[in-house]
């Protein structure tokens, strides 16, 4: 078992529509209890976790915690990622998922119930976790992820379910319910991964290294956190909305590699170019364009370590 360090727990306490800020008296007594060497910090704004990550006074072997939801986990891993000066280690991340989406942590197992997932944090097994990196739109410099990007469908969907007082995953099948209804012209894309290219109206595209987005919905059904690569699934715009839909609906088993014109690969690298049309992407929740031309999206094997099961 690796030493443990200090664990440095970052909260959200407006995730999960507050629900996270009532965590904390069970987070804190539980760590007491256990004698661990510990410091609850709560966020205050947008982009907070991810600077309190970056500027943490950190040893090698001290681990932050995301306690929130996919986007308190994408801040935490984007703080560690741009340490400066970088870690000799790669940096040690756990999570609590105390969120409205906790899509990344469905991936690596870890309990949605806040005291099991606690003794996961506690019992201290490390594992090597891969992260992404998106460059373009609003990130020339690039924005990390753990999870994975979304372009088109998925993040027109995601946009409407954010704005919905309501359980994450009925949010998201709302969404695309009212995406399916308008159906909306794709871009054409251009996409190029290792020795495949691809051009086709891009009704979804999803490069991920976790397998679950939305709630419920499969985009990487095959996807490794620990394999030095991501995993695509883009989807050839279909002629009606009744296949869509039946398309769509395979996402929640993750068998939507059935269909012709759902394109499935693993690769290290990506490059999407809009030639009509723009994307609409996001990357773990995170919006990195409404209308962009070009992305580059890569993985960096063995980025992190994460405290799983």
Not at 71 to 95: D, H, M, S
Not at 250 to 266: I, N, R, S, W
Request: glycine share 12%; aromatic share 8%; net charge positive.
């Amino acid at each position: 078992m690796a030493e443990k360090g200090k664990l440095w727990i970052i909260l959200n306490p407006v995730a999960g529509k507050g629900k996270a800020a009532k965590q904390l008296p069970k987070i804190d007594r539980y760590l007491s209890e256990k004698k661990c060497d510990y410091r609850i910090i709560l966020t205050k704004g947008p982009n907070d976790a991810l600077e309190i990550a970056r500027n943490l006074p950190l040893g090698d072997d001290d681990a932050v915690v995301a306690a929130g939801g996919d986007g308190t986990c994408n801040e935490v891993a984007n703080g560690l990622l741009l340490r400066n000066p970088a870690p000799a280690k790669p940096p040690i991340i756990g999570i609590l998922p105390v969120g409205r989406g906790n899509d990344f942590s469905s991936t690596p197992k870890i309990p949605q119930d806040i005291e099991k997932a606690l003794d996961t944090l506690t019992a201290w097994k490390l594992h090597t976790l891969d992260a992404g990196k998106v460059t373009g739109g609003f990130f020339p410099d690039g924005r990390y992820f753990v999870n994975g990007v979304g372009i088109g469908f998925d993040t027109k969907v995601g946009f409407d379910a954010a704005r919905m007082k309501i359980k994450s995953g009925l949010a998201y099948v709302i969404g695309a319910i009212n995406n399916i209804i308008r159906y909306e012209p794709s871009p054409v894309l251009h996409i190029r991964y290792d020795d495949q290219e691809i051009t086709i109206p891009a009704v979804l595209v999803s490069i991920v290294n976790g397998r679950r987005m939305g709630g419920s919905f499969y985009m990487g059904p095959n996807a490794l956190l620990d394999d030095g690569l991501l995993d695509i699934c883009c989807v050839r715009r279909p002629a009606t909305r009744r296949r869509l839909v039946r398309v769509f609906l395979h996402y929640f088993k993750g068998t939507q590699a059935e269909f012709e014109g759902v394109y499935m690969g693993k690769a290290l690298q990506f490059h999407l170019r809009a030639l009509e049309g723009g994307m609409a992407a996001h990357c773990d929740g995170e919006t990195i364009c409404y209308d962009g031309k070009e992305l580059e999206i890569s993985c960096i094997p063995g980025a992190l370590r994460l405290i799983g099961v």
